[in-house]
C-alpha cells in the first residue's frame, strides 16, 4: 500500500510507525502478531530486535528512528517500567507527540490503563528498580507515563473481550485512519475531479453489503486513470486489502497476465512470497484466496475480457462488500464481463479546462489578463482533454510572445503530438472494416445524421450498425440524442488523428490518399486528371468551376458526396446554384466519368436532367438527389439491380418514374415532386420495398399501387389532397407489414374505416390536420401496437370509450380538437408518456383518476379555456416532467400536494386565475416555474 498510494504519505517520515515495547513480556507474542498486521496493511513499522541490555543507554540511532515515525505505538506491559532503555524511548516519543506534528497510541497489554496512570500495581513494582537512579530522571519518566496513559489507546484485557487478534484488527485500523486520513477534499490540480467522484457515488455505494464491479469508460487522455487513481486514494483505508493494477494492457502484452495475478495476490494478502506460474494458477489462487477480503481493486486501461476473467472472474471471488473498478477505452469488454454499471467520463467544461491550463501556464486558476483570450483559444484546441490542456500549459508556462504565437498557429492544423499517440492506440486496435468505417466519420459524417451514416456505410458494403457501435464502445464516436434524430459525433482531436492518417503517407500527393475532402486538393486532382484507384471516397461542396474528368482513373471509388448540408436551402438559392453548375458544366464533359465502382452517390442540386449514359451504375446501392434537375434517370432504359435508396426529393421536374429500372429497391424518396404525375410499377418491383414517402406529390393520378407492397412499413401520404382514406392500404399486401402510416394534412377525409383494425402491426398512425374527420371507429382500439396516435386539429368531439385498449401508447396528440370528455379508460394507458390537449377550447375536466397514468411525462393543456380545475390525483403522477395550464383562466387552484411531484421540471400557469401557489411545490428542486411577473406569491 504505501507504494500504490505515495500521494498521501508525507515524504519527510522513513517510517508509518514505531514500536515501542518490552521484549520480554510481548516480543514473541503480541509485538509479533501487531508487526505482521501492520506490514501486511502496507504500513512501514520501525521495530528493534537488536536491543541492547536493560539498563544501558538508548543509542542516537534509535532517537532517530524515532524523529523519523509519524505515529508511535506503546505497549505497556508488566516489565515496561523497568527499563531505561524503554522509558527513554517513551520520553522522545512524547517531545515529538506534543509538537503536534505526530501522534501517539497507548496500548495496554496485561496492565490496567490506572497502573501506568499512578504508577501503581505492577507498572509501579517495575519502576521501583530505578529507585537508586537520580530522582529529577525518574520524575520525567513518571510523568511521561502518566501522560501516555491519559491518551486514547486500547487495553487489551477489557476491548473486544480480550481476543486479542480483533485488538489487533482495531489498532491496524485506526492508524491507517491517522496516517491516510479519508479526505473529502481531493488534490487541488484535480480541476473538476470531485464533481467526478460524486456522479460515480450512485454507482459504488461504498459501504453496502454487496460485490461491484463498475466501468469507467472514456477515449484516451480523458482521465479515467486519474479519477480512478483518486477514488483509490480516498476509499482503500475502507477494505481489508486493496490493489491498483495499472496499465493492464501495455502489461499483459509485455510480461502476460500472470504477472498481474501475482500483484494482485501480493497486493491483497500482503504476501511477498506468492508466486504464479501460470494464469490457470493464478486463476485458482484468487478464486480461493481473495474470498476472505473486503477488497478495493482497480484494473487501470483494460482492452481485452480476458484480463477481466483473469484478474476479477467473477463477483463470488471476493467478500461482501468488495469494489472492483475498471477504466478501459472499450464499453464491449465490459458488457462481455456482464458489468452492467458503466460510467462515461465527461471532458472538462469550458471554465474547468481554463482552470487546469492556468495552473500549468500561469500556477494560478485564471490567465493573466494579457494572456486571457489567447489561452482561451489554446483551450479551444484541447476540447476538454485534461491530457492535452496540461502538455499545453506546461510548454508554455513561462514562454514569451512569440512561442504562443508559434504554438497557436500550429495547433491550427497540427493536433499535439503526445494527445495523438494515445488516442490512436484505440485505432491500431480495430479491426480493418472498423478502421475503414472511423476513417469515413472522420473525414465526412462527423455531424450527420445516424441513420444516414448507417445508409451510406451499408451501401459501401459495411456492416455499419455494429460498426459504429463497437466505434462508441471503444470511445471513438459519440451519439448525439437530437430533438428529432440521433447524431454521430466524434472529438475534434480524433477527427485531426483520422485525417491525420489518411494523409500521413503522402502529405503532398493527394491524389494518392484514400479520401478527399479539400477542395483544393479535389480541384487539383480533377483538373490534371491525376486521381487514382487509392481514392475511395470523395465529399465535395462545389463553389466554384471543377473539371470533373480526373473521375476517369478513380477505378475504386465508392462513394461520392456532393454539396452535402445542402438539402434544407431556399427555393431561390437552389436557381441560382442551379444556373451556376449547369453554366460551368456545359464547358466540362465530366458527367461521362462517373466511375462504375461507385456504391454510394449523393448530389444535392444536381444540375443536370438524368444521369450520364456512360455510367453504368451496376455497383450502385444508395442514389440520393434531392433538388435536383432530374426529369427521368436515364436516356433509355437502364436496370440498376443493387439500388435499395433512392432518394429524389424536391426534384420538381420529375413527371414520372419507371420503378421496373430499379427491382430491388427498399425505401423510395419522393416528398415534393410537384409535377409527378405517375409511378410505372410492374413485375412485382416493389416487392421489397419497405419505405416509400409521397408526401405533396398532389400530381399523381393514382397511388392503388400501394396495395402490390409486401413489405411496406412506412408510408407516407400527408398534404396529398386525398378524398378519403385509401381503404387499399388495409386491403393490400402491406396491411400485414405496415407500421407508420401519416395522412396529416388531407383535409377532406371525413372517416377512418372501421377495417383499420386490420392494420395489426401499426405502430404510428398521424391523422394530424385531417379538418374534416370527426370521428373514429372502436376498431381503432384492436392496434394493440399502436405506441403514436395524432388526432390533432381534427373535428373529433369524442374518443372511443375503448381506447384504454391501447396498452401500448406512449403520444397523444389531441390539440385543438373538439374533445369535451376524455372516456375514462384512458385511466388505463399505463406507458403513456406525452397527453397534449392544448387549445382544445370544449375540455370542461379531466378523469379524476388521471393520476393512474403512471408513465406520465408532459400534461399539456394550454388554452384549455372551460376546464375548471385539476385532480387531485394528479399529484400521483410520479414521473410528471412539465405541467403546461397557460391560458387555463378558469382554473383557480392546484392541488396542495403537488409538491410531491419530485420529478417536474417545468409548471405553467401564466393566464390562469392561481393567485397562489401551493407551499408545497416549492420543494421540488430545480423547478422552473412559468408565471406572468410576480403575480404569483
Known amino acids: 500500500m504505501a507504494s500504490s498510494s505515495s500521494s498521501v504519505h508525507n515524504k519527510s517520515y522513513l517510517y508509518d510507525v514505531f514500536l515501542s515495547f518490552s521484549g520480554v513480556d510481548t516480543r514473541k507474542t503480541f509485538v509479533d502478531h501487531l508487526y505482521v498486521a501492520l506490514d501486511q496493511y502496507g504500513i512501514r513499522t520501525f521495530k528493534d530486535d537488536e536491543r541492547l541490555e536493560k539498563g544501558e543507554r538508548i543509542s542516537d540511532e534509535l532517537l532517530q528512528s524515532i524523529e523519523d515515525s509519524r505515529c508511535y505505538i506503546i505497549i505497556f506491559s508488566k516489565n515496561y517500567a523497568s527499563s531505561s532503555w524503554c522509558l527513554n524511548e517513551l520520553l522522545k516519543i512524547m517531545e515529538c507527540h506534543k509538537t503536534g506534528e505526530r501522534t501517539a497510541f497507548p496500548v495496554f497489554y496485561d496492565v490496567e490503563p490506572s497502573e501506568v496512570r499512578k504508577q501503581t500495581g505492577a507498572v509501579g513494582d517495575a519502576l521501583a528498580i530505578h529507585r537508586n537512579m537520580n530522582e529529577s530522571e525518574v520524575g520525567r519518566w513518571r510523568e511521561a507515563l502518566k501522560e501516555a496513559a491519559n491518551l486514547s489507546g486500547w487495553d487489551v484485557r477489557k476491548t473486544t473481550n480480550g481476543h486479542e487478534a480483533q485488538v489487533i484488527k482495531s489498532i491496524v485500523e485506526k492508524v491507517s485512519l491517522k496516517l491516510w486520513p479519508i479526505d473529502s477534499n481531493v488534490d487541488e490540480n484535480l480541476v473538476g475531479m470531485e464533481q467526478r467522484m460524486q456522479a460515480l457515488d450512485p454507482y459504488l455505494e461504498i459501504g453496502l453489503n454487496d460485490v461491484r464491479m463498475v466501468g469507467i469508460k472514456g477515449m484516451g487522455g480523458t482521465g479515467k486513470t486519474t479519477l480512478a487513481r483518486t477514488i483509490f486514494d480516498k476509499q482503500f483505508v475502507n477494505f481489508e486489502g486493496r490493489s491498483f493494477v495499472e496499465n493492464v494492457r501495455e502489461t499483459t502484452t509485455r510480461s502476460g497476465l500472470q504477472k498481474l495475478q501475482k500483484q494482485v495476490l501480493r497486493d491483497v494478502l500482503k504476501d511477498k512470497n506468492i508466486t504464479v506460474s501460470s494464469v490457470h494458477e493464478g486463476t485458482k489462487l484468487m478464486k480461493t484466496r481473495l474470498r476472505g477480503k473486503k477488497v478495493l481493486l482497480v484494473l487501470d486501461d483494460v482492452d481485452q475480457r480476458e484480463q477481466l476473467e483473469a484478474l476479477a472472474g467473477n463477483p463470488n471471488w471476493f467478500k461482501l462488500g468488495s469494489r472492483i473498478i475498471i477504466t478501459t477505452r472499450d464499453g464491449q469488454v465490459l458488457e462481455a464481463h456482464r458489468v452492467n454499471l458503466i460510467h462515461d467520463v465527461n471532458l472538462l467544461s469550458n471554465e474547468e479546462a481554463i482552470c487546469l491550463f492556468s495552473r500549468h501556464a500561469f500556477g494560478k486558476d485564471i490567465p493573466t489578463q494579457e494572456y486571457e483570450r489567447r489561452s482561451r483559444k489554446v483551450v479551444s484546441y484541447a476540447v476538454g482533454l485534461p491530457l492535452t490542456i496540461k502538455v499545453l500549459g506546461s510548454d508554455l508556462r513561462g514562454k514569451d510572445d512569440s512561442v504562443w504565437t508559434y504554438t497557436l498557429e500550429r495547433l491550427k492544423t497540427i493536433p499535439l503530438k503526445e494527445t495523438i499517440q494515445i488516442l ?47 466505434l462508441e464502445q471503444k470511445s471513438l464516436i459519440v451519439t448525439l440524442k437530437g430533438r428529432y434524430d440521433a447524431v454521430i459525433d466524434m472529438h475534434d482531436h480524433l477527427v485531426e488523428m483520422g485525417k491525420n492518417i489518411v494523409r500521413r503517407e503522402h502529405p503532398d500527393e493527394p491524389n494518392k490518399h484514400s479520401r478527399l475532402w479539400i477542395e483544393e486538393e479535389i480541384e487539383h486532382a480533377m483538373a490534371d486528371n491525376s486521381g487514382s484507384e487509392a481514392t475511395k471516397c470523395i465529399d465535395l461542396n462545389i463553389t466554384r468551376g471543377i473539371y470533373l474528368k480526373g473521375f476517369g482513373n478513380m477505378k475504386k471509388l465508392r462513394c461520392l458526396i456532393v454539396n452535402h448540408g445542402k438539402h434544407k436551402v431556399s427555393h431561390d438559392l437552389v436557381n441560382h446554384l442551379w444556373y451556376f453548375f449547369g453554366k460551368f458544366w456545359k464547358h466540362d464533359k465530366g458527367r461521362r466519368y462517373f466511375p462504375n465502382s461507385l456504391q454510394y452517390l449523393y448530389w444535392s442540386i444536381y444540375p443536370h436532367w438524368c444521369l450520364p449514359k456512360t455510367f453504368e451504375a451496376n455497383n450502385l446501392v444508395a442514389l440520393e438527389m434531392s433538388y435536383s434537375k432530374i426529369k427521368q434517370l436515364w436516356e433509355g432504359e437502364k436496370v440498376m439491380e443493387k439500388l435499395k435508396f433512392l432518394n429524389l426529393s424536391y426534384a420538381e421536374e420529375l413527371g414520372s418514374l ?33 419505405y416509400l414517402n409521397l408526401t405533396e406529390c398532389k400530381c399523381l393520378k393514382s397511388i392503388s399501387f400501394i396495395e402490390q407492397m409486401e413489405s411496406l412499413e412506412v408510408l407516407d401520404l400527408s398534404w396529398l389532397h386525398l378524398r378519403e382514406f385509401p381503404d387499399y392500404i388495409i386491403i393490400g399486401h402491406s396491411s400485414s407489414s405496415l407500421l407508420e402510416l401519416n395522412l396529416s394534412y388531407n383535409e377532406d377525409i371525413e372517416e377512418v374505416p372501421s377495417s383499420v383494425g386490420n392494420l395489426y402491426k401499426l405502430v404510428s398512425l398521424n391523422l394530424t390536420r385531417c379538418s374534416n374527420l370527426k370521428s373514429l371507429p372502436g376498431s381503432i382500439c384492436s392496434l394493440q401496437h399502436l405506441t403514436t396516435l395524432k388526432l390533432g386539429y381534427t373535428r373529433i368531439e369524442e374518443l372511443p370509450e375503448d381506447l384504454g385498449q391501447l396498452e401500448c401508447l406512449e403520444y397523444l396528440y389531441l390539440s385543438r380538437t373538439k374533445v369535451k370528455h376524455l372516456p375514462g379508460s384512458i385511466c388505463m394507458l399505463r406507458h403513456l408518456e406525452t397527453l397534449d390537449l392544448s387549445g382544445c377550447l370544449r375540455l370542461e375536466k379531466l378523469p379524476e383518476d388521471v393520476g393512474q397514468l403512471e408513465s406520465l411525462e408532459k400534461l399539456d393543456l394550454q388554452h384549455c379555456r372551460n376546464l375548471r380545475e385539476i385532480p387531485n390525483s394528479i399529484c400521483k403522477l410520479k414521473c410528471l416532467k412539465q405541467l403546461r395550464l397557460g391560458g387555463c383562466k378558469r382554473v383557480e387552484k392546484l392541488p396542495d400536494e403537488l409538491g410531491n411531484l419530485k420529478c417536474l421540471q417545468y409548471l405553467e400557469v401564466w393566464g390562469t386565475g392561481i393567485t397562489q401557489l401551493p407551499q408545497s411545490i416549492y420543494s421540488v428542486k430545480g423547478l422552473k416555474i412559468n408565471k406572468p411577473h410576480d403575480e404569483l406569491l
Open 424 to 470: 490512436e492506440l484505440s485505432y491500431k486496435n480495430l479491426e480493418d472494416d472498423y478502421k475503414e468505417i472511423f476513417l469515413d466519420v472522420a473525414c465526412f459524417l462527423k455531424g450527420w445524421k445516424k441513420e444516414d451514416a448507417i445508409r451510406m456505410l451499408e451501401s459501401c458494403g459495411f456492416d455499419a450498425k455494429y460498426g459504429l457501435s463497437v
Open 658 to 690: 419507371d420503378l421496373g429500372l430499379t427491382p430491388n429497391l427498399e425505401r423510395l424518396h419522393l416528398e415534393c415532386c410537384y409535377k409527378l404525375v405517375a409511378l410505372d410499377v410492374h413485375g412485382g418491383c416493389l416487392k421489397s420495398l419497405v
